[in-house]
């Protein structure tokens, strides 16, 4: 089945704890995403990825990192997480870069 | 003006009546449009993609009205398993300008008994 997984599902975490959310996709696609949405807000994107060790900030970057070394594994990094870093976050692919497949979404909550 | 603008609703409608959603853009250059489904706290997923004039599958219509840079969404014979929050988007032009779709914040449909 063709689908975009991420984990954990949710998280309660601590601030300043550092923390991984995994995203992996099985359709082969290049174009890997990371949303956060925020009520008001919308889908707001943090980071991009064309291909391959190619990544580029999006419209939120700020408190965040992202890897791509293989081409199904887009994972997430906070550092040093912060309150305002609690959020709604999509990881998506696609694979020409306009129709995007979202995995189900992470809950993360930074205490 | 903001990229993509929708009207956050909610629009509360009995079953089987007619509703439509208009979304405005601002990059009259854009080619190619997508309506997004989002349940409660769940992932978007694709519903419709409009490269033309229009598009239609179903019960639902969107349509395309370049000249004053709006799509709708048109949903005949609302069904209560239609409640959910649509978001319109509209992908960059040009195409490589970091694949950063632009999402509006989504139109809160509501269809009663």
């Known amino acids: 089945e063709a689908q975009v997984t991420q984990n954990p599902r949710y998280l309660i975490t601590v601030t300043g704890k550092k923390l991984t959310v995994t995203c992996s996709q099985n359709?082969?696609?290049?174009?890997m995403s990371w949303y956060r949405q925020d009520p008001g807000l919308g889908l707001r994107q943090i980071y991009y990825?064309?291909?391959?060790?190619?990544?580029d900030k999006g419209d939120v970057p700020e408190g965040y990192k992202v890897s791509r070394k293989e081409k199904r594994n887009f994972p997430l990094i906070l550092e040093s997480p912060s309150p305002n870093q609690t959020s709604l976050y999509f990881c998506?692919?696609?694979?020409?870069?306009?129709?995007?497949?979202f995995g189900p979404g992470t809950r993360l909550t930074v205490t | 003006r903001k990229e993509v603008e929708q009207d956050p609703g909610p629009f509360n409608v009995p079953e089987g009546a007619t509703v439509a959603f208009n979304c405005t853009y601002s990059?009259?250059?854009?080619?190619?449009f997508f309506w997004y489904r989002q349940d409660c706290r769940k992932e978007p997923k694709l519903l419709m993609s409009?490269?033309?004039s229009g598009n239609e599958d179903g019960r639902f219509t969107a349509q395309l009205n370049r000249a004053s840079q709006y799509i709708s969404l048109l949903i005949r014979d609302s069904k209560l398993s239609d409640s959910a929050t649509y978001l319109c988007?509209?992908?960059?032009?040009?195409?490589?300008?970091?694949?950063?779709?632009?999402f509006g914040k989504g139109t809160s449909l509501l269809v009663t008994p």
């Open positions: 409009v490269y033309s």
């Open positions: 988007v509209v992908p960059p032009n040009p195409p490589n300008s970091g694949y950063a779709l632009n």
């Open positions: 990059n009259s250059a854009s080619q190619s």
């Open positions: 998506a692919s696609s694979l020409s870069g306009s129709e995007q497949y």
């Open positions: 359709m082969n696609h290049e174009y």
């Open positions: 990825s064309m291909n391959v060790e190619v990544t």
